[in-house]
């Protein structure tokens, strides 16, 4: 292995994310923070399930590797990974999820300055409840829906990439609704040592740094959260990659993902992705097929499609699905 680590990358990716963020935020942790004790505990609960095809299908493994668009919603730092001569991206999401529910999403990002700008859009909402009096009898339905509008910037300083943004949450339960703003903050070290002939690349995330949620006279923390890892170029056809998870509401939890892809037509650069994953938090107290991610891909240069299933065991398993343009 040649290392090329330094004391400046190891501090640029990963005690970035963790110095300044814990001290700002601390005071606004649930009791039991980043264990199961906390497990109920926040607010806001949509985004701790970032829309997205290509980052699931690795069953969310995205620190080290998140790019284009899709990286406002998994690691801001990612919007300046672009190649040269960098393009536009455009990009639509719509998620089938468990009980009823269903997520959306649209995400831009486009180079502005010596960096890259980013713009992510995403809504959560499920069929309608039933409603219950003080009694335990049924008083009629209702629903709820949660919305999510961010911004990030992202710029490079030689192989270290930096991203910072915001975003303003809308949350709503029948007539009761609450908003809250929440800071996100990414850093990504491209090639920062290798392993045999691959580069590895580092990236640390902080999402949803912010006050707490109010609903009526409830208030609950956000659903904060620290991803970091690394991304493998093993081969030029296949990334190996592994991310260190601290929710604020749960455990640690490790997750491991894997991208390869097959040339489709030479000379232009059109390619098949296939992915897959495990997340260890999904597989925890669940019966059946869980903590698995599979996907795959489509990327025709300028127009591409990423698809993502991940089950989750006997209750059932969620479609994931992203059209992107580069212009």
């Not at 814990?22 to 985004?47: E, I, T």
């Not at 590797?65 to 990612?78: C, H, K, L, R």
């Not at 809504?123 to 829906?145: I, K, R, W």
């Not at 609903?215 to 959260?225: A, I, K, T, V, Y």
Request: one cysteine or more.
């Amino acid at each position: 292995m040649k290392s090329g680590l330094s004391p400046f990358g190891l501090i640029s990716s990963a005690g970035f994310c963790l110095a300044f963020p814990f001290a700002a935020q601390a005071a606004m942790f649930p009791d039991g923070a980043f264990s199961r004790k906390a497990a109920g505990s926040v607010g806001a609960a949509f985004l701790k399930s970032p829309p997205g095809a290509r980052s699931m299908g690795m069953a969310e493994v995205a620190a080290g590797g998140a790019e284009g668009a899709e990286a406002v919603f998994f690691n801001p730092a990612g919007l300046a990974r672009r190649p040269a001569p960098a393009l536009s991206e455009a990009g639509i999401g719509y998620n089938n999820l468990l009980e009823g529910a269903h997520s959306g999403a649209l995400a831009y990002a486009a180079p502005l300055g010596k960096g890259a700008l980013g713009l992510g859009f995403v809504y959560f909402s499920q069929s309608e409840q039933t409603a219950y009096n003080a009694l335990g009898d049924s008083a009629g339905s209702f629903s709820a829906g949660d919305m999510a509008l961010s911004a990030a910037y992202a710029g490079a300083l030689g192989r270290l990439l930096l991203g910072g943004g915001a975003k303003v949450i809308r949350s709503s339960i029948d007539n009761v609704s609450g908003s809250a703003v929440a800071f996100d903050f990414g850093a990504q070290f491209l090639r920062l040592t290798e392993a045999g002939d691959g580069p590895v690349d580092v990236g640390c995330s902080v999402f949803n740094l912010g006050s707490p949620l109010k609903l009526g006279q409830e208030s609950d923390p956000l659903p904060f959260h620290i991803r970091t890892g690394v991304l493998w170029h093993t081969t030029p056809y296949l990334k190996t990659a592994f991310d260190y998870n601290l929710p604020v509401d749960n455990d640690p939890y490790l997750t491991m993902g894997l991208e390869g892809h097959v040339p489709l037509q030479r000379p232009k650069p059109w390619k098949a992705l296939f992915r897959g994953g495990y997340n260890l938090r999904y597989s925890r107290k669940v019966e059946g097929l869980s903590g698995l991610a599979l996907g795959a891909g489509l990327d025709f240069e300028r127009f591409f499609i990423d698809y993502a299933w991940v089950p989750f065991g006997d209750i059932g398993s969620t479609n994931r699905f992203w059209l992107g343009y580069r212009f």
